[in-house]
């Protein structure tokens, strides 16, 4: 008996702290669960498939009898949809699916490059070499130019500066926000095409294959 009483309680326990986690997580993700759903009539589907129209407490009666939870997956349904399955589970796989795709997305920074209105030919070359790196990355590009002084006077030779960048940084550029003058600067804002990422990160995979 005692051997039987320590199974008994094991499982208790187990069935306690299921019920525990599952309602810290439904509560998280605002999902309806188990007793929380509210609906008279429920459509179910089981782990095998449709189970059809059912009342909810022969749902709920249905769920339990296989160890498992109702989770509702459709509220806005008439009757809501409801489906049988281990939600415990299912919320840690739906997580470790949402975690693995936010690590393969690339992440877009943010690059700044300042010119000025005198810039010789060999700056303003290495800086258009390091713009279109950037952009070949994948990065945007904040372009300033700013004007000193006098400077303020001639703010064409900033525009004129700023549409020659751009158009030097041939087809892998796409100038999300043209000059213009704010304050004593002059910006222009640059990203790449999509197409360009795309061949970049092709090669890239070649590269190290």
């Given at each position: 008996m005692c051997e039987n009483a320590r199974v008994a309680a094991f499982f208790i326990r187990f069935a306690v702290n299921h019920f525990l986690e599952v309602l810290i997580i439904a509560a998280t993700d605002k999902t309806l669960i188990n007793e929380a759903i509210r609906a008279p009539e429920v459509r179910v589907i089981g782990p095998e498939g449709q189970l059809g129209i059912m009342k909810r407490a022969d749902a709920l009666r249905a769920a339990e009898e296989l160890g498992l939870d109702l989770v509702e997956v459709a509220p806005d349904s008439k009757p809501p949809v409801c489906k049988i399955m281990d939600y415990g589970k299912y919320h840690f796989e739906k997580e470790k699916k949402e975690k693995e795709q936010r690590r393969k997305k690339p992440s877009v920074e943010l690059k700044e490059i300042q010119l000025r209105c005198r810039i010789d030919t060999h700056d303003f070359n290495t800086k258009l070499?390091?713009?279109?790196?950037?952009?070949?990355?994948?990065?945007?590009?904040?372009?300033?130019?700013?004007?000193?002084?006098?400077?303020?006077?001639?703010?064409?030779?900033?525009?004129?500066?700023?549409?020659?960048?751009?158009?030097?940084?041939?087809?892998?550029?796409?100038?999300?926000?043209?000059?213009?003058?704010?304050?004593?600067?002059?910006?222009?804002?640059?990203?790449?095409?999509?197409?360009?990422?795309?061949?970049?990160d092709k090669t890239d995979k070649t590269e190290r294959n």
């Open positions: 070499r390091h713009c279109i790196e950037f952009l070949q990355k994948g990065n945007k590009v904040k372009v300033i130019v700013r004007f000193r002084g006098r400077e303020m006077a001639h703010t064409e030779i900033g525009q004129e500066l700023l549409t020659r960048f751009a158009a030097g940084c041939g087809d892998v550029v796409m100038v999300d926000r043209p000059p213009l003058l704010d304050g004593h600067n002059m910006i222009m804002m640059l990203s790449p095409k999509k197409e360009t990422k795309t061949k970049t």
